[in-house]
T-cell receptor, first 115, second 112 residues
Framework: EPEVTQTPSHQVTQMGQEVILRCVPISNHLYFYWYRQILGQKVEFLVS????????KSEIFDDQFSVERPDGSNFTLKIRSTKLEDSAMYFC?????????????FGEGSRLTVL | SQQGEEDPQALSIQEGENATMNCSYKTSINNLQWYRQNSGRGLVHLIL?????REKHSGRLRVTLDTSKKSSSLLITASRAADTASYFC????????????FGQGTRLTINP
């Protein structure tokens, strides 16, 4: 069964460092997303990406964040200068149709720890 | 706030019993979805119910939606130890907007 894969599964970084989280969405999906979950809290929307551009983003997704689809398979989230409060589990998701109309398929997540 | 809110926050029942989790939201929706998350793992889609539907079944899962009360419930019948997980409702509010807004979740524990 096709699945969304994410790497790394866990990354530890120093505050102020750049981090890139990688995702391989399901191959025939057209919509891509990043969500995050701070430990013990709810899952929060960061950004959606469609047709090679950001289609929607949340207030959390400030100038320190960027997304890219560098080739036909990868979808990346970059945090330019990490802060302590960026420590969270980051989930990539993809869908065939818009998230407002169909289900999302999530990866297993990348745990980011900022020291 | 557009947030979905689940209750209870935690539920502990015996294997074989039914588990009911509720979700409330504040604005009009296009659909409401339920997801499951095992500890430290990704979210798995369980069921989607559209705003013009009132009830939907999938195996041991039954979801209801009451748009007049802006609420939904997820019923798991004949619970099993493997159903132990956190369950989240997620709402899609506006046609064309792509984000889902997740609630706080219900942590369900099934005791053998």
């Amino acid at each position: 069964e096709p699945e969304v894969t994410q790497t790394p599964s866990h990354q530890v970084t120093q505050m102020g460092q750049e981090v890139i989280l990688r995702c391989v969405p399901i191959s025939n999906h057209l919509y891509f997303y990043w969500y995050r979950q701070i430990l013990g809290q709810k899952v929060e929307f960061l950004v959606s990406f469609y047709n090679n551009e950001i289609s929607e983003k949340s207030e959390i997704f400030d100038d320190q964040f960027s997304v890219e689809r560098p080739d036909g398979s990868n979808f990346t989230l970059k945090i330019r200068s990490t802060k302590l409060e960026d420590s969270a589990m980051y989930f990539c998701a993809s869908s065939e149709v818009s998230g407002s109309t169909g289900e999302l398929f999530f990866g297993e997540g990348s745990r980011l720890t900022v020291l | 706030s557009q947030q979905g809110e689940e209750d209870p926050q935690a539920l502990s029942i015996q294997e074989g019993e039914n588990a009911t989790m509720n979700c409330s939201y504040k604005t009009s929706i296009n659909n409401l979805q339920w997801y499951r998350q095992n500890s430290g793992r990704g979210l798995v889609h369980l069921i989607l119910i559209r705003s013009n539907e009132r009830e939907k079944h999938s195996g041991r899962l039954r979801v209801t939606l009451d748009t007049s009360k802006k609420s939904s419930s997820l019923l798991i019948t004949a619970s099993r130890a493997a159903d132990t997980a956190s369950y989240f409702c997620a709402t899609a509010f506006i046609q064309g907007a792509q984000k889902l807004v997740f609630g706080q979740g219900t942590r369900l524990t099934i005791n053998p």
